[in-house]
């Protein structure tokens, strides 16, 4: 038997909890992160995935933010926040903190990293320079794990808020001077590949107009009007053992959806 590791931007998990679970059934995940979760821990519905066989781990303070790995298959070592990891305050007079925006277990022998990654907003907001300070400690600290283990199996996995080419969105024009797009977050992004973890699903899903975020507005979605903006980075030993992998498009459709489609990899036994 292979491992099904899946990452799903969720768009507040109480507001879709049945589809969730729904999913984990009929797609057979053996471990799901999740993102935007929109809770604190006393808020997550642990109950419904423990009675699907799926132990949890969450990490989330409120209603923003919030991420969460669901596991069958183990779910040992459970960290919050990496090394570096930077802090933020939108209120002069609210200490920084570190946010809920990253949360790792060990699942059948594979580090899985469950990540959301700042916004930013627009170019000229504070949480921009943050977004980039984010993405530039996960990077330092990914590179430390693979240069203390180079054959550790580690999944970079989530919502990156980061569209890394122009195939990637459905207009580059629509997106000129906008978050997501712009060069020092490409750069950013590229950066976390340079430390050789690879994009394991695109060569399953190539583009253009290949996406997993539609806004919820204009009818982006059946007008095909989406973005990349979610993906499963892999460690090179555990890249190797990818043998197919998904976007689950159809789950964006119907009653209540997250704006995010579940996006999968299917890893070949050891």
């Given at each position: 038997m292979g491992l099904r590791i899946a990452t799903w931007n969720v768009n507040s998990i109480r507001s879709r909890l049945p589809r969730v679970?729904?999913?984990l059934e009929r797609g057979e995940v053996?471990?799901?992160?999740?993102?935007?979760?929109?809770?604190s821990d006393e808020q997550f519905p642990t109950?419904?995935?423990l009675e699907l066989g799926y132990e949890v781990a969450h990490c989330g303070f409120n209603q923003w933010n919030g991420v969460a790995i669901a596991s069958r298959v183990g779910l040992d070592n459970i960290e919050i926040g990496f090394d570096g990891q930077p802090t933020w305050s939108s209120k002069p007079d609210v200490a920084a903190a570190a946010e809920a925006r990253a949360l790792a277990a060990t699942c059948a022998g594979v580090r899985v990293w469950s990540?959301?990654?700042?916004?930013g907003r627009t170019l000229d907001d504070p949480h921009y320079v943050y977004k980039l300070n984010w993405l530039a400690a996960l990077r330092d600290a990914a590179e430390g794990w693979l240069r203390e283990n180079p054959s550790a199996q580690i999944a970079l996995v989530g919502d990156w808020n980061i569209a890394p080419t122009d195939d990637d969105v459905w207009s580059v024009e629509f997106f000129e001077?906008?978050?997501?797009?712009?060069?020092?977050e490409r750069k950013a992004f590229d950066a976390i590949i340079d430390t050789q973890f690879a994009d394991v699903v695109r060569p399953f899903t190539p583009g253009p107009g290949v996406y997993t975020y539609w806004d919820y507005t204009q009818l982006r979605f059946p007008k095909k009007q989406g973005m990349r903006i979610?993906?499963?980075?892999?460690?090179?030993?555990?890249?190797?053992?990818?043998s197919d992998a998904q976007i689950v498009r159809e789950e964006r459709k119907g009653k209540a959806p997250s704006?995010?489609?579940p996006v999968f990899v299917d890893l070949h036994t050891v």
């Open positions: 679970l729904d999913w053996d471990v799901l992160a999740m993102q935007e979760t929109k809770c109950m419904p995935f990540l959301y990654v700042p916004n001077g906008a978050t997501h797009v712009s060069e020092p979610d993906f499963i980075l892999a460690s090179p030993a555990l890249a190797g053992r990818v704006d995010h489609a």
